[in-house]
């Protein structure tokens, strides 16, 4: 079991209730793009259920499950969004494709330009708040990385045409706009590995897998993010009380071999040198989704501390072994291969990182390798 230190590091808040946001401002109207699914969708029911929220508009390519809210069917590269934002106060933009299967080259048109869209158009809708929503990946997963990282920590990750490249140009995106469109500010929250309803992504995948890689000399910490914490952070972001860029996990992180023994799923160790060197062959060969620069978060670590929002008066109700437990029950029955999940969906809106699928493989591959040497030998 856990010791008690490590029970401190974990935060296991989930059975109290997380306080109402301490807001005095007039309702707002907010809009939420990708409003139907993932954690757009946990955003949309909280916002229409908040008292602090005159109405919501939820857009999205398809009309949601969530009622009363107004729903605008379009893809948020229409140049018709901004008569769509037409009286919002707020716009929470979290329609990002994050699918790990799409086109790489089609997933960055399709994040880049819809961002830069809704910036434009929520300008031009005279929308004086736009939040954004990333991930902590952008800070980097390094050996000598603080934990946790404070907000103002550098980001340090490579772009090397991922997913993280996506993120980073729209936080670029989101500097740039307060000095384009004067009168507007952005907010940008940076999630840890988010867990919950519709999010299905290789880091969760990762923990579908009969063993977790370890690469020898590494030292791991994971840190979760419950969907419906990320969802109350950015209700404190859209109401204006956290600003600037805020990071959002659970409290603190699991060492691996924690997560070892609460998920109850053996290690396979293998040198840095071979774990890399796969990965590296594979991604040339067009065999995984990402490069080998990405095993790095499942390495080293990227915990944040959420100073900002634990400052405005924010907590998590989640803690990370209960979100662990709530991802090993989701996980139940499945089986990634080679990090996609077969009769499974990738859900957008959620943080994700592009590890998992190499994980798989250079599992596989190094296994295959070590059977071949002892069969020579």
Do not use: K
Not at 57 to 75: P, S
């Amino acid at each position: 079991m856990s010791s008690p230190q490590s029970d401190v590091r974990s935060g296991l808040t989930g059975e109290s209730e997380r306080p109402s946001p301490d807001y005095d401002g007039p309702q707002l109207v907010v809009a939420v793009t990708g409003a139907a699914s993932g954690a757009g969708a946990v955003l949309t029911e909280r916002l229409a259920a908040s008292p602090h929220v005159r109405r919501v508009v939820a857009i999205d390519e398809r009309r949601g499950e969530t009622a009363g809210v107004q729903w605008r069917v379009l893809d948020v590269r229409d140049p018709l969004l901004a008569d769509r934002l037409s009286g919002a106060d707020v716009v929470v933009h979290l329609a990002l494709d994050l699918g790990m299967d799409s086109d790489p080259r089609a997933r960055t048109a399709y994040n880049v330009r819809g961002t830069q869209t809704v910036l434009t158009a929520a300008a031009a809708a005279g929308v004086h708040r736009v939040v954004l929503c990333t991930s902590a990946m952008v800070y980097g997963a390094m050996a000598d990385n603080e934990v946790p990282l404070a907000e103002d920590a550098p980001l340090r990750a490579t772009e090397e045409a991922t997913l993280v490249g996506d993120l980073l140009e729209i936080e670029r995106l989101g500097r740039r706009a307060p000095r384009v469109h004067p009168g507007m500010s952005v907010t940008v929250l940076r999630p840890a590995v988010v867990v919950g309803r519709d999010v299905d992504t290789v880091l969760t995948r990762h923990f579908e897998a009969p063993r977790l890689l370890v690469v020898a000399g590494s030292r791991p910490c994971w840190q979760f993010c419950h969907v419906e914490d990320l969802a109350s952070a950015l209700e404190y972001a859209a109401l204006g009380l956290v600003e600037g860029e805020v990071t959002v996990g659970c409290d603190g992180w699991l060492e691996q071999e924690e997560v070892e023994e609460l998920s109850g799923i053996r290690r396979m160790e293998l040198p840095a040198s071979l774990a890399l060197g796969t990965a590296a062959r594979l991604h040339r060969l067009g065999l995984t989704p990402a490069p080998a620069g990405d095993l790095a978060y499942t390495m080293y670590p990227w915990v944040v501390s959420g100073s900002r929002l634990h400052e405005a008066g924010w907590r998590p109700r989640f803690g990370n072994e209960e979100v662990l437990a709530e991802l090993l029950a989701s996980t139940e029955g499945h089986h990634a291969v080679a990090g996609r999940r077969l009769g499974g969906r990738d859900a957008a809106g959620a943080t994700l990182g592009a590890a998992g699928a190499t994980v798989a493989l250079v599992g596989t591959a190094a296994l295959v390798r070590r059977a071949r040497r002892r069969r020579r030998g």
